[in-house]
């Protein structure tokens, strides 16, 4: 078509000026796809530069700049030392299922009554006038501020701890559901109306798999926010768990194994993520050209 302009009288009239740059050009480029070895590469860098990193600092605060005292800042090593001792005597292990345990029953919950009640409201107007209002006023609220209602509700007990977690991660992911549920494409619901498709067949093969990736963000951000919340849960009321490693560590100034267990939450939060990730690679399968290989 641009050949063409050109060749016609009045061509100049019409023709594309050349500081614009045409439509072609100004579509964004596709990511460029990375070789799966070079991800992985890419990744092991990234946290060997961390550790190295974090290493050099602590080096240099306890035998050059001494900003503050070296104990505050233990190298990787001695963190490594510390996660060896306590692996080896059971603690960090008894810490780690007791957290787990409390995480998993208050995600698990949470997940549950956010889908559910995210659909609900998703589908019904209703049901979204009448319920929303007061859903989204509770939502604003930090959840720590209901912590202390928790203990003297459920006592200080496994029960506190869990409903505290379901009540955290609750929200996103009854925010997450209600937007998918919500804002489907509509030509995808005509479609499948035009092809004789009843309003149940449409729910189950339309709406819910082009909502599920919405719900399965929501559901990772309830995840993490999970071990955000239990952390301070128990530091108030908890004999086990990494939040009172954490929190008895402080106070026999046990820095490194203060970041043992900072850092065992990571690596939890992480292979939680990984594992959610996998299960949206195996529902989302249509999904994985859109996103390209990383």
């Known amino acids: 078509m641009e050949a063409q302009a050109v060749n016609t009288p009045g061509a100049a009239a019409v023709s594309p000026r050349p500081d614009i740059p045409s439509t072609a050009a100004a579509r964004p480029r596709p990511r460029k796809t990375l070789g ?6 890419l990744r092991v860098c990234s946290l060997l530069l961390f550790f190295a990193l974090w290493w050099g600092v602590s080096l240099l605060n306890a035998h050059v700049l001494k900003v503050f005292n070296p104990v505050l ?7 490594l030392q510390a996660g060896i001792k306590m692996a080896a005597s059971g603690e960090l292990l008894r810490h780690i299922t007791a957290s787990l345990s409390r995480v ?9 009554l ?10 019904s107007r209703v049901l979204e006038h009448l319920v929303e209002p007061t859903l989204e006023m509770l939502r604003p609220i930090p959840p720590l501020a209901f912590l202390p209602m928790m203990v003297l509700w459920f006592g200080i007990g496994e ?6 977690i379901a009540y955290a991660a609750f929200f996103p992911v009854f925010t997450t559901t209600v937007e998918g549920i919500k804002y489907v494409d509509p030509v995808l619901i005509r479609a499948a109306s035009s092809l004789g498709a009843t309003e149940r067949q449409i729910f189950w093969h339309v709406v819910l798999p082009a ?7 929501g559901l990772r951000l309830a995840f993490g926010l999970s071990f955000f919340v239990i952390v301070a849960a128990e530091f108030i009321a908890a004999d086990s ?6 929190n008895d560590a402080r106070t026999f100034f046990l820095v490194a194994n203060m970041l043992l267990g900072a850092a065992v939450i990571g690596i939890i ?5 990984v594992l959610l990730r996998k299960l949206e690679g195996r529902l989302l399968r249509w999904r994985a050209e859109s996103r390209g290989q990383s």
């Open 211 to 217: 909502a599920t990736p919405n719900i399965i963000t």
């Open 104 to 112: 998993l029953w208050g995600f698990g919950i949470a997940a549950v």
């Open 269 to 273: 939060g992480v292979l939680a993520n």
């Open 159 to 164: 029960s506190s701890k869990v409903a505290f």
């Open 241 to 246: 768990g990494l939040g009172y490693l954490i």
């Open 73 to 79: 800042l233990p190298a990787p090593h001695a963190v």
């Open 114 to 123: 956010g889908v559910v009640v995210g659909t609900a409201l998703g589908r």
């Open 36 to 41: 799966r070895p070079l991800a992985v590469l």
